[in-house]
């Protein structure tokens, strides 16, 4: 079965700063997806990136990209230019046939 | 386009009782999952339907079903309601099923009393 592990429960970053978020999933499949979303206080879940498995290219989307290692299977976030609106908690999830879910990592960015 | 909406956003049940929860998907999004969040567990993937079929099951007890209708709208129930069925039930529509991105909705907050 298809494990998402994020080790940091908490995080926090000042303003104007970059951060970068730690996520390593276990699997024995070659093709599948990894996302990263973020969860605001009392706020719906938001896509932040998606990686396709099949592509050596690391994703990026504006102050967000990714660091990709498929063979040691980790997947990390790295936030640049930290804003106050970035305080969520973020989810690394695996997706296969399903979506699996790591525990999450709650970001705050102080001012 | 209008974002995954569900209803209700908030309910209260007591113990023993059922209840339905809705979700509408983006409009064209033919594949909806449903997902439990709780402090204990995180998110746990309950179902996914695609074309009014099931298409995966997570690891729940028999008491959570769900449907699709031909207008891709979803519907999960739980019967017999246990106190830790208290959550937050997210749903997540996508255009196709398996590969493609999530887009979540508000979520339905569950209180069993």
């Known amino acids: 079965a298809q494990t998402v592990t994020q080790s940091q429960p908490e995080m926090s970053v000042q303003e104007a700063e970059t951060v970068t978020l730690s996520c390593t999933y276990d699997?024995?499949?070659?093709?599948?997806?990894l996302f990263w979303y973020k969860q605001p206080p009392s706020r719906q879940m938001i896509l932040v990136i998606r990686?396709?498995?099949?592509?050596?290219q690391n994703a990026t989307e504006n102050r967000f990209s990714v660091n990709f290692q498929k063979a040691a299977k980790s997947f990390s976030l790295k936030i640049s230019d930290s804003q106050l609106g970035d305080t969520a908690m973020y989810f690394c999830?695996?997706?296969?046939?399903?979506?699996?879910f790591g525990a999450g990592t709650r970001l705050t960015v102080k001012p | 386009k209008a974002g995954v909406t569900q209803t209700p956003r908030y309910l209260i049940k007591t113990r023993g009782q059922q209840v339905t929860l809705s979700c509408s998907p983006i409009?064209?999004?033919?594949?909806v999952s449903w997902y439990q969040q709780t402090p204990g567990q995180g998110l746990q993937f309950l179902f996914e339907y695609f074309s009014e079929t099931q298409r995966n099951k997570g690891n729940f007890p028999g008491r959570f079903s769900g449907r699709q209708f031909s207008n891709s709208r979803s519907e999960m129930n739980v019967s017999t309601l246990e106190l830790g069925d208290s959550a937050l039930y997210l749903c997540?529509?996508?255009?196709?099923?398996?590969?493609?991105?999530?887009?979540f909705g508000p979520g339905t907050r569950l209180t069993v009393l």
């Open positions: 699997t024995s499949e070659n093709n599948y997806y």
């Open positions: 990686q396709e498995a099949y592509k050596q």
């Open positions: 999830a695996f997706m296969r046939n399903d979506m699996r």
């Open positions: 997540a529509s996508s255009l196709e099923q398996g590969s493609d991105t999530q887009y």
């Open positions: 409009s064209g999004h033919r594949s």
